[in-house]
């Protein structure tokens, strides 16, 4: 997908289309839904005394990612032909149009919006995996930084013609290295950084599983926009990937379903829940260039390649990442950009890109390359910057204020009365 | 024949559960509770000043022992069990029981 995409575009170029506007209006509408479900879903899955905190957290997120989109992060990640950051032609919002014009269906201001809420969500997903531990203020200094000094050029590097774009064969749909490796590295950093909870709040269990659930739902609702939306245009394309998603989403489930059964001899709501959350993570860089075949690959192996991934990270390392960002949301990003690779089908890519089945090497030398160039950059970037504010301010929480939950010794507002 | 009430952090719950095992004694009954110790909670200070959290998470174990010569032993494997060295640690406190009816054989 290009910065200015046209990329599949089925009506006259510089046409206003309402039908698409009305689509790319609704899809980032379901994408802004998945930053609260992500507050539900995380919420959830950690002790009762942290609900609230989680909630503040995702709150918060949406207030910051907003402001440094609009005033520099869209400008930086969408604007110019510089090799690592855009310039600050769109800053403010200045200069985005309102009627179509440049071979898109919808126009810029919409489609700054629509990304807008995937700076959002890429955010909200990161403080998962290091819930619980990190001082609330420093999650916010955090956000601010990270969203110009990471996520701006990764945005840049896959969509905004930069790096990847210029010296790789790189197909991204709907954001597999920008938000899901992005995300589950920059968590990594973090939790690399700070280090792990206490025994106790690390053997908690979920307090509650109906809000996990829900926060689920919310996501795999937002999903059919996240990636239906990312075709730019009410087409072909966009059906293709909310189809491919649903029977992505539902393969990597059932496989999780089934790895577990055989494993553990019993299947529940949070293994359900991973698995397809799994399933929707790899499908997104694939969702517009793969047949439906392709699709279930996809999704029964994130489905048993994360259950793996999480039951990895979980016993045979020390890493506390609370819920499973890295093995979920990096690994299925992981698997998903190189499946992308795989399968890619010229017939479908507008830019005619074969994955390594139909014959083409470049894509997934090129999609290789990007997982791994993503990796190093996030993960060196966010550590820089998790350091660089320790240097100003108290990173953690103390064991005592950890013990007795964020929700209270940073907010002043449990979740619950009891 | 007593009754041995052990206060202790949630999370030295499983220790302690296997410690009483390890000698022997299988009959517990778990709790758990919110409560402060002589310390009256935990001080903390924000930027609007000090406020204190009183009603800490806490794990109350009760174990009755027919033997009275079993109540060392099962003190002992609670404070090995439990102890951290940090406040917070529990309290245990050992009744006298005045009658013990099992509920199936009467």
Not at chain 1, 408 to 413: F, N, S
Request: proline share 2%.
């Amino acid at each position: 997908m290009l910065s200015i995409p046209g990329a599949t575009a089925a009506t006259v170029e510089g046409t206003e289309d309402s039908g698409s506007i009305s689509w790319i209006l609704v899809s980032s509408a379901l994408v802004f839904i998945m930053a609260p479900g992500i507050a539900l879903f995380y919420g959830g899955m950690l002790r009762k005394q942290s609900m609230s905190s989680m909630i503040t957290q995702t709150l918060i997120a949406i207030g910051v990612m907003t402001l440094t989109w609009v005033i520099i992060g869209y400008s930086l990640a969408f604007s110019g032909d510089g090799t690592i950051i855009g310039n600050l032609q769109y800053m403010l919002m200045n200069n985005l149009s309102e009627s179509a014009e440049n071979g898109i269906t919808s126009n810029t201001l919409e489609f700054a919006f629509y990304q807008m809420m995937f700076a959002i969500v890429t955010a909200a997903i990161v403080l998962g995996a290091c819930a619980e531990r990190v001082r609330y203020t420093t999650m916010v200094w955090f956000l601010a930084l990270w969203s110009i000094l990471v996520y701006a050029p990764m945005a840049h590097w896959v969509w905004g013609g930069g790096l990847f774009a210029q010296y790789l064969t790189v197909l991204d749909f709907a954001g597999g290295t920008v938000v899901h490796i992005c995300a589950g590295v920059t968590g990594l950093a973090i939790v690399a950084f700070v280090g792990s909870r206490s025994m106790r709040t690390r053997s908690a269990r979920a307090h509650n599983i109906p809000f996990a659930f829900l926060g689920c739902v919310f996501l795999w609702f937002g999903w059919f926009g996240f990636n239906g939306g990312s075709a730019l245009a009410a087409n072909g394309t966009a059906v293709h990937a909310v189809v491919v998603s649903q029977i992505a989403a539902a393969c990597a489930m059932m496989a999780w379903a089934v790895i577990q059964y055989i494993q553990v001899g019993r299947v529940g709501v949070l293994g359900l829940i991973a698995g397809a959350i799994a399933g929707l993570v790899a499908i997104t860089p694939a969702a517009g260039y793969v047949d439906i075949w392709a699709s279930l690959v996809i999704g029964l192996v994130a489905g048993g390649l994360c259950y793996f991934a999480v039951s990895f990270f979980r016993n045979k390392t020390k890493i506390d990442d609370a819920l499973d960002v890295f093995a979920v949301h990096g690994v299925g990003g992981i698997w998903g950009a190189i499946a992308t690779g795989l399968f890619a089908n010229p017939a479908i890519v507008t830019d005619k890109y074969a994955g390594l089945f139909y014959g083409g090497t470049d894509l997934i030398v090129g999609q290789l390359i990007a997982v791994a160039v993503t990796i190093v950059f996030c993960f060196a970037m966010s550590y820089a910057i998790i350091w660089l504010i320790s240097k100003f301010m108290r990173v953690r929480v103390t064991e005592e204020e950890e013990m007795v939950g964020q929700d209270l010794t940073e907010h002043g507002e449990p979740a619950y009365l009891m | 024949m007593k009754m041995i009430v052990a206060i202790i952090r949630p999370e030295m719950c499983q220790p302690v559960k296997d410690a009483l095992k390890g000698i022997g004694v299988n009959g517990i009954t778990i709790t758990h509770v919110l409560g402060r110790g002589s310390q009256a909670g935990l001080k903390f200070t924000s930027r609007v000043g000090e406020f204190v959290v009183d009603e800490l998470d806490k794990t109350k174990v009760e174990v009755i022992i027919e033997d009275d010569s079993l109540e060392q032993p099962v003190i002992d494997a609670i404070i090995k069990a439990a102890e951290t060295g940090k406040p917070g640690d529990g309290r245990i406190i050992v009744l006298p029981i005045e009658k013990f009816i099992r509920i199936r054989s009467e």
